[in-house]
């Protein structure tokens, strides 16, 4: 029953996940620092003394801004408290090896000196090119910097979210000119650059135009070598995003995951592509918003245990700041990277180089395999007071040693294909690691 394939000259190009050595290295980072960062760092949620409750980074359209108003407050953006090296050192600490930043969100405010529009950081007060300092900055750090950039634009007068009459292809076309003149920019003047984040690409302007997300892709690789792009970027000849009509990822990476993550039993179809998920720490804030009493906002805990639960299921893991706009990072967040990052320090080898281990999933946790041959980890989250540990092991695999710190643990054989780990029956703070070496195989 041969299954209808659709001729498409801008759909996926390739299957299978790419492997040369800059998208080994991609996956190896396993977990990134998100930063949004733009003029409504300055509001955060609040205009004319009433909070909006909607994500920060949309008050504009939340509380019905005229364009020249929101636009003016370029004339405020003066971070008297940014340090691009103190940003760069807490995600460092945190254990980020990566950072993915809005160089341009919705709002259509550019952090860098584009020479494409005036809009952007060179005509604020502070006039630096703010992008530099952070690439530089991170960098140092042995950071990998790689860009967001929304297609969104509501600035620009040419941007459409529809293409209904001439004048509007005609326009939207100007739009595609500019937006593709803004990434070789970026690609072009920022060459430490290591992969692009595209947003905004979900109305039918876009999807009317897959060629174009096509050629972006195209052009990006070729003036940054090695460049990768998630598949928020694309859309095929037929309008169909992330997947072409045939089912194939286009872009190097699937980027649908959005404050959630795949189903750890029903979602393994995630282990056969490279992904990432992005997480806000409070319900749904990107930018800064100076209320966070309006959601819950996430423990240290809950975010490690969906970067653990991210990895064993073979995915990267983008967790989101929201800088204020003197520069400052809030407290709450600087308390979470430094939290995750004192775990990190002593467990994050089950993280980096580290992805679907194939092994059925367990009450107490999840496994994570290291590239090393023969070896597991078991990260636990839920500790069984009884401190036992049940494993089931695929056919044919044999645990033969357990151990945590370097301490041997008991491993109790208990039926077929199924052990026992015996660990300490005690209440621990953060999860636990335990190391399997494994045999078998007859
Ligand atoms: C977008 C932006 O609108 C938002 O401000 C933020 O930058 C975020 C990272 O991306 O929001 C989205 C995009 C996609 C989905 C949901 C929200 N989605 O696919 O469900």
Not at 128 to 153: P, Q, R, T
Not at 160 to 189: C, G, H, M, W
Not at 308 to 326: E, I, K, Q, R, Y
Request: proline content about 5%; hydrophobic content about 35%; charged content about 25%.
């Amino acid at each position: 029953d041969a299954k209808k394939e659709f001729k498409l000259q801008y759909g996926a190009q390739r299957t299978g996940k790419r492997t040369d050595a800059a998208m080994e290295r991609w996956r190896g980072n396993r977990f990134g620092q998100f930063i949004h960062w733009g003029l409504y760092a300055i509001p955060g949620g609040v205009w004319n003394g009433k909070t909006y409750n909607y994500a920060a980074e949309f008050l504009k359209s939340s509380a019905k801004i005229p364009g020249s108003t929101w636009d003016s407050l370029m004339y405020q953006f003066n971070p008297k408290k940014f340090s691009a090296k103190e940003w760069a050192r807490m995600a460092k600490r945190m254990g980020a090896k990566y950072m993915t930043i809005t160089t341009k969100h919705h709002e259509g405010f550019c952090l860098w000196p584009s020479r494409f529009t005036e809009f952007n950081i060179s005509r604020t007060p502070y006039g630096k090119d703010i992008l530099k300092e952070l690439v530089d900055a991170y960098n140092a750090e042995g950071i990998d910097v790689n860009f967001y950039y929304s297609v969104l634009d509501w600035h620009h007068p040419d941007w459409r979210y529809d293409i209904k009459s001439p004048e509007d292809s005609v326009a939207f076309r100007r739009y595609l000119d500019f937006a593709f003149n803004q990434l070789k920019e970026l690609a072009t003047n920022y060459p430490t650059v290591k992969a692009f984040w595209f947003d905004g690409t979900w109305d039918n302007s876009v999807k009317k135009n897959g060629w174009w997300t096509y050629e972006v892709e195209q052009m990006l690789k070729q003036v940054s070598p090695g460049a990768i792009v998630n598949s928020r970027l694309r859309a095929d000849d037929r309008g169909a995003r992330h997947f072409d009509s045939n089912g194939q990822l286009m872009g190097d990476y699937e980027s649908g995951y959005e404050r959630r993550l795949p189903d750890p039993v029903t979602d393994l179809k995630v282990t056969k592509w490279d992904w990432e998920a992005c997480m806000t720490v409070p319900e749904n804030q990107w930018g800064y918003h100076k209320d966070w009493s309006i959601s819950h906002v996430k423990s240290p805990l809950e975010l490690l245990e969906m970067l653990v639960h991210t990895t064993s299921m073979g995915g990267n893991f983008l967790l989101n700041f929201g800088p204020a706009g003197d520069g400052s990072i809030r407290p709450e967040e600087q308390r979470i990277a430094a939290e995750i990052g004192s775990w990190m320090q002593n467990n994050g080898n089950v993280i980096y180089n580290s992805g679907y281990a194939g092994w059925e999933k367990q009450d107490w946790g999840y496994f994570t395999a290291p590239s090393r041959p023969n070896t597991l980890n078991m990260v636990v989250f839920n500790l069984p007071v009884s401190g036992l540990l049940k494993v089931k092991v695929p056919a044919g695999v044999k645990i033969s040693t357990a151990s945590t710190g370097g301490k041997k643990l008991r491993v109790e054989e208990i039926a077929k294909n199924q052990y026992l780990v015996h660990f300490e029956r005690k209440w621990f703070a953060m999860p636990q690691v335990i190391v399997l070496e494994t045999g078998g195989e007859g």
